[in-house]
T-cell receptor, first 114, second 112 residues
């Protein structure tokens, strides 16, 4: 059974803290993605990676960074958390290449920055 | 730059009727894929249907069909014979050049 696992379902952090959100997939997928989901805005792409150590900025990368040292793990880092980063964060992974390679999603992390 | 537009924030549909969810996209890539996902109130993301940019026939999966109009850059989802369990948020997405982008979503509420 395919699986994308995010390390926490709920997190509460203080303003200014460095925050790590971890995502692990067990499907040997090349591509991994981080999104944030806010009401009325849908899923907005923060960063994605198509290979180990490769990363590309998405549509809203400001205030975030990522790390992909191993194929199965993709970490999202909030360098200095701010209240406007309070959101639901979703990780996804998929096989590389073209075709009907659907993305599989983690269960999400609800982050609250106070 | 890629962009996905879903103009319908919310829709109501009567049980057993069909509903069409609009999606338009913009990309300069010639090769791309279009997806629809369902997100029920539980929060999980469920893949529904896929259409490739070079596919000549519209994709169908059970009660779901994708009305693909390439020249208009449109990829509408049609749900036939709506059921109460279809009440959820629906997202249109496009993959081009490794990047997978989503629209803002449409909330569908099915009435008995």
């Amino acid at each position: 059974d395919v699986k994308v696992t995010q390390s926490s379902r709920y997190l509460v952090k203080r303003t200014g803290e460095k925050v790590f959100l971890e995502c692990v997939q067990d499907m040997d997928h090349e591509n991994m993605f981080w999104y944030r989901q806010d009401p009325g805005l849908g899923l907005r792409l923060i960063y994605f990676s198509y290979d180990v150590k490769m990363k590309e900025k998405g549509d809203i990368p400001e205030g975030y960074s990522v790390s992909r040292e191993k194929k199965e793990r993709f970490s999202l880092i909030l360098e200095s958390a701010s209240t406007n980063q309070t959101s639901m964060y979703l990780c996804a992974s998929s096989f590389g290449g073209q075709g009907s390679t659907q993305a599989f999603f983690g269960q999400g992390t609800r982050l609250t920055v106070v | 730059a890629q962009k996905i537009t879903q103009t319908q924030p919310g829709m109501f549909v009567q049980e057993k009727e069909a509903v069409t969810l609009d999606c338009t996209y913009d990309t300069s890539d010639q090769s791309y894929g279009l997806f629809w996902y369902k997100q029920p109130s539980s929060g999980e993301m469920i893949f529904l249907i896929y259409q490739g940019s070079y596919d000549e026939q519209n994709a169908t999966e059970g009660r779901y069909s994708l009305n693909f109009q390439k020249a208009r850059k449109s990829a509408n989802l049609v749900i036939s014979a709506s059921q109460l369990g279809d009440s959820a948020m629906y997202f249109c997405a496009m993959r081009a050049d490794y990047k997978l982008s989503f629209g803002a979503g449409t909330t569908v509420t099915v009435r008995a």
